[in-house]
């Protein structure tokens, strides 16, 4: 794909602005020739992009490094003075960037309806129209799987699980049986949905598995990275709220209730039966210990041991975690340990020194 200036400014219905600063960009016939013919073909952040690429800047901390940018254009919040080269002016930068990225993303095969011959169904399953099953897919008795859903190679299907529309499963997710995905979800390579949770108990000199007859229930436009694993329950169901997202490597144990549109990050831990409310954010590799709550908008910064629960709002990090602020001030003190440490050092020695005279006038 590529577009010229003009035309990625259209798309990402934009204010095109030309190089010259006192140009009225209104005004077709004041924009430089160059401008409207200069073709891109991709996009690149603001260090490596060339000529064929546009960038973006998503905040002011990034404005320096235009300057040296050999970059086509720019995508901006505001127009900026004296920059040499166009400026696509849009009232929010991160969504033109995601439509920018969508615009000139690879163009691979696209996906047909169908069945492949090598997949191993079931006789009492119930596949909609539209649903694409790849290579080497294993479904079980009692599947239901909704319009336009995609099973990418490889995946299996246990029995009685029920997929929504437009689904899609990629290569090598497995989902166990008597789970529940709702419409529009995602779960990328490798996953693992409704494995059993590890809870033991020791009896008689061994760790005797507890049975775990519940299940998951994923809602609508959940997304899930690759090679995460969620736990089914021990009772009822593990539930992972509409709209929340989760990065690859992630692992949900059982009985955890995730709200609506979380965002947990890449090697995140969250123990058995947590409850996370709307909006929850953990940071990577974010470890809750056992039935800790964390409240609506709650956020846990990267690497934090939680281990007791937090009310709405809040912000903890650390190990233990504590609340953000006073983790600031103790991550301040640590830093100036060093310093604090030699001028320990030399109190001491002063001290010795004034003892000592003391002890001569005795």
């Known amino acids: 794909m590529r577009l010229t200036v003009a035309q990625l ?23 430089p020739p160059l401008l409207l013919s200069k073709e891109i073909s991709g996009v690149g952040p603001v260090e490596t992009a060339d000529g064929s690429e546009v960038t973006f800047i998503s905040d002011d901390k990034h404005k320096a490094a235009l300057e040296g940018s050999r970059a086509g254009a720019v995508i901006v919040s505001a127009h900026l003075d004296g920059l040499d080269k166009p400026q696509l002016v849009v009232k929010n930068v991160n969504a033109a960037l995601i439509e ?10 696209a996906v047909t309806a169908g069945i492949d011959p090598t997949a191993k169904l079931a006789q009492d399953i119930k596949i909609a129209e539209g649903v694409f099953v790849g290579a080497g897919v294993v479904i079980d008795d009692g ?26 499963l990629d290569s090598n997710v497995v989902i166990y049986h008597n789970c529940r995905l709702g419409n529009n979800v995602v779960i990328q390579a490798n996953s693992t949905v409704g494995s059993t949770g590890f809870g033991y108990s020791f009896i008689e000199g061994a760790h005797r598995l507890i049975p775990h007859n519940g299940g998951v229930v994923i809602e609508d436009f959940v997304e899930i990275g690759a090679n995460c694993c969620i736990d089914r329950a021990k009772f009822y169901n593990t539930i992972i709220g509409a709209g929340t997202k989760i990065d ?7 009985n955890v209730v995730i709200g609506k549109c979380c965002l947990i990050v890449a090697q995140a831990g969250i123990s058995g039966s947590c409850k996370l409310g709307d909006g929850v954010v953990l940071g990577g590799q974010v470890g809750l210990a056992d039935n800790v709550e964390i ?6 910064g990267a ?30 003190l640590l830093r100036r340990l060093p310093k604090m440490a030699k001028q320990l050092k030399l109190l001491h020695k ?8 003391e002890d001569d006038k005795k």
Do not use: T, Y
């Open 295 to 300: 409240g609506d908008g709650g956020m846990i």
């Open 100 to 109: 920018a990225l969508n615009i000139f993303a690879p163009k691979l095969k």
């Open 9 to 31: 400014a259209k798309r990402l219905e934009a204010e095109l602005v030309p190089i010259k600063s006192g140009a009225d960009p209104d005004k077709i016939g004041s924009r």
């Open 350 to 357: 002063r001290v010795e020194k004034l003892e000592a005279a």
């Open 303 to 332: 690497q934090s041991g939680l281990s007791h629960s937090i009310a709405a709002g809040q912000q903890f990090m650390g190990s233990p975690a504590i609340e953000k602020r006073e983790s600031f001030r103790i991550f301040g």
């Open 143 to 168: 599947v239901e799987i909704g319009e336009n859903s995609v099973i990418g190679n490889g995946c299996k299907i246990g029995e009685n699980s029920k997929l929504g529309k437009n689904c899609r």
């Open 248 to 254: 690859n490597l992630v692992q949900i144990a059982h």
